[in-house]
């Protein structure tokens, strides 16, 4: 089988984490890719979406001074030899550094031992998307018969490539293990029409972070008396801002996701939105029919929208003019985020002030009037080509890696990166403190309960999503602009997406 190399792309831990290639997926390197040729077709780089005129904001001073030093790259670790006897499966995975270390000593044990018996080799490669963006360079990979055998997939990108035939279903056995051991919601977000695609991996649900210490600086204990609705949040966020002598802001009540020109947060202004939206009673998406419709023309909808406004603009007690929010987080100049599981250890334990993760109070996201909580899944999923000329040693091994009861891959993910399991009554990571493990237990456990959308475009959905949010929090549409705007583009974004 051919393969090609790659090169290792390295930067320095902040732009990384910046980019959000780690815990976020491929956020960082989303284009536009509209209607991506099928299979056959010559594949070239869509045009990039035109980004709205938004002024970068840099680090203010107040956080710049407490900005961690930028550490030394890690070199990759060396595959071991393959086996005489084996069989090369290529697969790619978007880690780079010490997390893509992490999964080659995984492989290297396999490669050593339970694959010779299993006559497979495993080749691991770092994923880096092409100037064509992430959905671009799949297409041109699978054209060239360059594709990977094993697939570790962004759920934005699953339905684009399922829609033209790029995987092949796992055995019936494997769907029906799939079934009965993750939860419903990482199952859904793997699931295109109708069959269980592979196995889930990345659960990231989405949860708020406050900082006890800054409440309790303020007079709040959020501890006894946690905010229990949207007015307690934006009241709380008022309350947590500070500003020195001179009127300059220096600590923000609410961090938000992240107005500047670069910014490369769309994807999780979209889950963000998803979220509150589902727990307002207005789910972003509606899936149950094709092509899906977006909603940010309802009463719930336009309530988060005001919300964020208010927050940003009435208020001025959020982050907008402070620079990024992982920076913000890290530095303890912000005290309300919303955010996903993968952040605890990527933004808040690995990059943050010692003792950072002890102060966090975690809180699921709840309804406007504070009546329930609720939470959500966004998985990876392990997939395998329609193009592999190995597809039962490729299932072969995602069993060896993803089954219990040892759950390898599982135990990877929760330990290693901090997502919360994909598997059911797996234990929550270690890392976390106990009081975050059980809120995002008790949100979890819940009926309220929604997934990322499996549906064609979400990449460029992320686009649209980031460039008004950025633009709303800075003061430069108001929520009227902001949703006529965005209702007006999602539709084009889709129309465009399913009609090619």
């Known amino acids: 089988m051919q393969t090609r190399d790659r090169a290792d792309h390295r930067v320095s831990r902040r732009r990384f984490l910046g980019l959000a290639v780690l815990g976020g997926g491929t956020a960082a390197l989303l284009t536009a890719c509209g209607g991506a040729p099928a299979p056959g077709a010559t594949a070239s780089p869509a045009p990039a979406r035109q980004a709205a005129a938004t002024p970068e904001v840099k680090v203010s001073d107040a956080v710049a001074k407490t900005l961690p030093p930028t550490p030394t790259p890690v070199p990759l670790l060396t595959p071991v030899p393959q086996a005489a006897g084996t069989t090369k499966l290529l697969m790619r995975v978007h880690w780079s550094a010490g997390r893509f270390n992490d999964f080659q000593t995984?492989?290297?044990?396999?490669?050593?031992?339970?694959?010779?018996?299993?006559?497979?080799?495993?080749?691991?490669?770092?994923?880096?998307?092409?100037?064509?963006?992430?959905i671009g360079t799949f297409i041109a990979d699978y054209q060239a018969g360059t594709q990977e055998d094993i697939y570790h997939l962004n759920d934005a990108y699953l339905a684009d490539l399922a829609s033209r035939g790029f995987f092949s279903p796992p055995p019936k056995e494997i769907q029906a293990y799939i079934k009965e051991h993750y939860l419903p919601s990482a199952v859904q977000t793997g699931t295109w029409e109708g069959q269980i695609m592979g196995h889930p991996t990345e659960n990231q649900p989405h949860v708020l972070f406050i900082n006890k210490k800054m409440a309790e600086e303020a007079g709040l204990d959020i501890v006894k008396n946690p905010p229990k609705t949207w007015d307690d949040l934006r009241r709380m966020a008022k309350q947590l801002t500070k500003r020195d002598a001179g009127g300059q802001k220096v600590q923000a009540g609410f961090i938000v996701h992240n107005p500047t020109s670069t910014s490369t947060s769309?994807?999780?202004?979209?889950?963000?939105?998803?979220?509150?939206?589902?727990?307002?009673?207005?789910?972003?998406?509606?899936?149950?029919?094709?092509?899906?419709?977006?909603?940010?023309?309802?009463?719930?909808?336009?309530?988060?929208?005001?919300?964020?406004?208010?927050?940003?603009?009435?208020?001025?007690?959020?982050?907008?003019?402070?620079?990024?929010?992982?920076?913000?987080?890290?530095?303890?100049?912000?005290?309300?985020?919303?955010?996903?599981?993968?952040?605890?250890?990527?933004?808040?334990?690995?990059?943050?002030?010692?003792?950072?993760?002890?102060?966090?109070?975690?809180?699921?996201?709840?309804?406007?009037?504070?009546?329930?909580?609720?939470?959500?899944?966004?998985?990876?999923?392990?997939?395998?080509?329609?193009?592999?000329?190995?597809?039962?040693?490729?299932?072969?091994?995602?069993?060896?890696?993803?089954?219990?009861?040892?759950?390898?891959?599982?135990?990877?993910?929760?330990?290693?990166?901090?997502?919360?399991?994909?598997?059911?009554?797996?234990?929550?990571?270690?890392?976390?403190?106990?009081?975050?493990?059980?809120?995002?237990?008790?949100?979890?456990?819940?009926?309220?309960?929604?997934?990322?959308?499996?549906?064609?475009?979400?990449?460029?959905?992320?686009?649209?999503?980031?460039?008004?949010?950025?633009?709303?929090?800075?003061?430069?549409?108001?929520?009227?602009?902001?949703?006529?705007?965005?209702?007006?583009?999602?539709?084009?974004?889709?129309?465009?997406?399913?009609?090619?």
């Open 106 to 134: 995984i492989l290297n044990k396999y490669n050593e031992t339970q694959g010779p018996q299993d006559k497979i080799y495993i080749a691991l490669e770092r994923f880096v998307a092409g100037q064509a963006g992430p």
């Open 266 to 500: 769309g994807e999780r202004v979209f889950v963000q939105r998803l979220m509150f939206q589902y727990m307002a009673g207005a789910p972003f998406v509606d899936t149950s029919v094709t092509p899906p419709k977006f909603d940010v023309t309802s009463e719930g909808a336009r309530q988060f929208t005001e919300w964020l406004y208010n927050t940003a603009k009435a208020d001025n007690s959020g982050s907008q003019d402070m620079g990024p929010q992982d920076i913000i987080w890290q530095a303890r100049k912000g005290a309300i985020i919303s955010h996903d599981a993968w952040a605890v250890i990527f933004q808040v334990i690995a990059n943050g002030t010692p003792g950072l993760v002890d102060e966090q109070h975690t809180l699921g996201i709840m309804s406007p009037d504070g009546s329930r909580i609720g939470n959500m899944s966004r998985n990876y999923h392990f997939l395998v080509s329609s193009k592999s000329k190995y597809k039962d040693l490729a299932w072969k091994h995602l069993e060896w890696l993803n089954h219990g009861p040892e759950y390898r891959m599982q135990d990877f993910q929760t330990n290693t990166f901090g997502f919360v399991p994909s598997v059911k009554n797996y234990p929550m990571p270690k890392p976390f403190p106990e009081q975050m493990k059980k809120a995002f237990l008790d949100s979890m456990a819940t009926p309220y309960q929604t997934a990322m959308p499996i549906m064609k475009g979400l990449s460029e959905a992320y686009t649209i999503m980031r460039d008004s949010h950025d633009a709303l929090l800075l003061g430069q549409m108001d929520p009227k602009q902001f949703t006529e705007k965005v209702d007006t583009e999602l539709k084009k974004m889709v129309q465009d997406a399913y009609s090619k």
